[in-house]
């Protein structure tokens, strides 16, 4: 008998809604709904919330029908009437607008109020690419590698060893065996530290990569100045240099980063006495230039294509530098395009499905 709770507390008590205060209300609409089965999001909820929540629930006592009629009916009418809510802190209005914001502006105010990324950090973790683990990898202790890899699903984390140096897969490999001691609270520093330096990566104050900066720049430099440039590059960093010659677009580029069915739609936006004149400098040669003008011509429709070349024969000899300046405003168009979601550059050796 000693392990039954006392009569009083298991005798429903006729309280009425009106002597409970808004958060015994509260706790009981969550133990109903918890009761029947709903998945709450409570661990979202501030520490020192989860914690009165809790306290809540464990020194009430049992209420009657109509006490759970009134409270439910007045949380029914309170939603009801609610017309906008807003996220609670700084927490949640970064949350609201994560993606709306920039990423070097959300990181900035998180660090300014100290406020953590929303959510499991491991779940950000292991949404990243194979590529984006590699570098983590590479600056991390030994053990906290094995953590890392030891919380990627298992096909990513197969990928992730394969990629390592042998050396140092076998050295996180067996330092796996280590990490059984790991205590949860060291777990989830060990997550937000990783993803904060995720955070730092995505939040640099450049849009663009430094390969893609520098081809930015060279597709509007001269064809001199960027051979020179990329020659320069391949003495220095050949993976770089690599690196910037897939960035760059150019107009002999057209015929591998541009799909036919593309081409009409290319035409269409194109300054017309820019084309003509940047095909009265190709056609009849043999270059890339002149490949990239009957690739064009190849592909929009044969009476248009026709108009064109009467149009760039009668224009005559075309001088180098009109050329090239004709070629370099198809190309910005392309690019305008191409940044406006209205045109899908092709990759390297990409094949049109």
């Keep these: 008998m000693g392990n039954l709770a006392p009569l009083g507390q298991l005798t429903p008590q006729g309280t009425g809604g009106a002597s409970l205060t808004r958060r015994q209300k509260a706790a009981i609409i969550v133990r109903l709904l918890v009761v029947h089965g709903a998945d709450l999001p409570l661990k979202d909820l501030p520490d020192e919330m989860q914690a009165e929540l809790t306290h809540i629930i464990g020194t009430m006592r049992p209420i009657d029908r109509a006490t759970l009629e009134e409270v439910v009916e007045e949380f029914a009418n309170e939603l009801e009437g609610l017309g906008l809510t ?12 994560d993606g709306r914001i920039s990423a070097h502006t959300a990181a900035r105010l998180r660090k300014e109020a100290g406020v953590k990324q929303a959510g499991d950090p491991w779940d950000r973790i292991r949404a990243l690419d194979v590529k984006d683990v590699l570098p983590l990898l590479e600056q991390e202790s030994t053990e906290v590698g094995a953590i890392l890899l030891s919380k990627l699903d298992v096909g990513k984390a197969a990928q992730v060893l394969g990629a390592l140096p042998g050396d140092r897969a076998r050295r996180i490999t067996y330092a796996i065996s280590q990490t059984t001691g790991v205590t949860p609270e060291a777990l989830e520093r060990i997550g937000l530290s990783i993803a904060a330096q995720v955070d730092a990566r995505r939040g640099s104050v450049f849009d663009k990569g430094p390969a893609e900066m520098v081809g930015a720049i060279l597709n509007f430099s ?34 591998e980063r541009i799909a036919p069915r593309d081409v009409p739609k290319v035409v269409r936006n194109v300054d017309q006495a820019a084309l003509v004149t940047a095909l009265a400098a190709c056609l009849g040669g043999e270059g890339p230039e002149a490949k990239a003008a009957d690739y064009l011509l190849g592909n929009m429709s044969g009476r248009l294509a026709e108009q064109l070349r009467e149009d760039a024969k009668d224009m005559g000899k075309v001088k180098a530098k009109d050329a090239e300046a004709a070629m370099t405003d198809i190309v910005n168009t392309i690019r305008e395009m191409e940044a406006a979601g209205d045109l899908l550059l092709l990759i390297d050796d990409e094949e049109e499905a």
């Design 86 to 97: 807003f996220p609670n802190g700084l927490a949640g209005a970064l949350h609201a607008l």
């Design 222 to 255: 001269t064809a001199q100045t960027r051979d020179d440039m990329l020659t320069g590059l391949d003495e220095r960093d050949s993976d770089f240099a690599e690196q910037v010659r897939r960035a760059i677009f150019t107009f002999t580029n057209i015929p």
